[in-house]
């Protein structure tokens, strides 16, 4: 029996049977529907567009998956290529995942073992949003302030290293002064909050984030994997305050398969790069990198530089 999401399954009505889908319609055997919400905000092509569906058939004929242990493959080498080229500023460095949700897991433990490479063990708290989701992995809940987990979490007490604010300047200066020493990241949705109610806020917010956080030594972390691919109007909203980790996911292959990228700029690479290495260990994913992934999403972003 399939277990699903966001359903109490005891009071869960039938879900619509979908048997085809194409452009912004799904299929029932009875009716078209739209999709108004793009399989939760990944389909930005639409269903069954004939140049995604081409690429994957392309790469399966080859391989569909290699693992990035020991291995590469020219799909996952173009994509971190174009990603490098297409990403603003110094955001080069591309370690893949599966999943949104474990993309922010990786930036989260890669914000943290930054400090930690360089002995400073202080630095254990992130400080978020008020209203904030960054996915249902467990730490990805934790800096999350959705209710739906609240009664989860409450089980580990009172939130130590997670310090929620709301998206006022004055709060977030209040954070800084009062934390700055203990904070290794600063984790938002920029400008949108989808999940937690599709609360806007001003890019003023975000550049004196990043103005705090060079002046304190702290990681900007930006959770793109809804805004991103134009969400917000613009390509990315790194594009107007850049982060030091950028999170994608979602709307990455197009909708077409799971796949995410957590990636760091120059700073935070260079913190892993050393002879130690127990210093320099990311762990990875089983599907990272998959090829079939990388081959879609290829010509995802062709699409989207094409429209």
């Known amino acids: 029996m399939i277990w699903y999401p966001y359903q109490q399954m005891k009071a869960m009505q039938a879900p619509y049977e979908i048997i085809d889908a194409n452009g912004v319609y799904l299929y029932t055997k009875k009716q078209k529907l739209i999709d108004s919400v793009s399989s939760w905000w990944s389909v930005i092509h639409g269903y069954k567009h004939p140049a995604l569906t081409e690429a994957i058939k392309s790469q399966a004929d080859r391989f569909s998956h290699v693992m990035l242990g020991g291995l590469t493959h020219e799909p996952v080498r173009r994509l971190s290529e174009k990603l490098e080229e297409w990403l603003p500023g110094d955001l080069d460095y591309c370690f893949f995942s599966d999943s949104g949700s474990v993309a922010v897991e990786v930036a989260l433990k890669m914000a943290l073992q930054f400090y930690v490479n360089r002995g400073d063990l202080k630095r254990t708290k992130v400080l978020a949003l008020t209203h904030a989701y960054h996915g249902d992995t467990f730490k990805a809940m934790e800096v999350g302030d959705d209710e739906d987990y609240h009664f989860i979490l409450q089980t580990y007490g009172e939130k130590k290293d ?29 400008l949108l909050q989808g999940a937690g109610g599709m609360r806007m806020y001003d890019v003023s917010f975000l550049r004196r984030a990043r103005e705090l956080c060079d002046e304190y030594g702290v990681l900007l972390v930006f959770d793109e994997v809804a805004t991103g691919f134009g969400r917000t109007g613009n390509r990315f909203v790194a594009d107007l305050v850049l982060p030091d980790i950028l999170v994608l996911g979602k709307a990455l292959t197009g909708g077409y398969i799971g796949h995410a990228a957590t990636i760091a700029n120059h700073k935070v690479y260079e913190g892993f790069y050393a002879d130690a290495p127990e210093k320099a260990l990311m762990h990875g994913p089983t599907f990272m990198g998959n090829a079939l992934a990388c081959s879609v999403a290829l010509k995802s972003i062709e699409l989207f530089e094409e429209g």
Do not use: K, Q, S
């Open 162 to 190: 997670v310090i929620h604010i709301p998206t006022e300047i004055g709060a977030l200066e209040e954070a800084f002064d009062r934390l700055h020493g203990e904070l290794n990241c600063f984790i938002v949705e920029p």
